[in-house]
């Protein structure tokens, strides 16, 4: 496990999305209650992976964006479209990271 000081300079467990966090995406789609399956793409497409649940269907070539979908599709459900005031601050954030 990584710990890494945050602004507040209190110790945060620090993830970054590389292959060794595709399992444990996995898991925690299927402790959700998605079933997931690997779908084969139309032709000259790559294959993806689908998740399921009772609610929505997500798709993604990984499980790590798999689960990011499916967090934002179960936390906004069929809302899940961007405000205006979201899409600002996704902006916002990118400009400020442009060193």
Known sequence: ????????????????????????????????GFIV???KGYTGEDPYFQAENEHCIVRSASFSALLGLAVLTTRRGENWYPTDKDVDECLEIIAASIV
């Open 37 to 39: 399956t690997r779908i």
């Open 1 to 32: 496990m990584i710990l890494q000081l945050s602004i507040d300079r209190s110790p945060k467990v620090c993830v970054v999305e590389a292959g060794n966090t595709e399992a444990p995406a996995l898991a925690a789609l299927k402790s959700l």
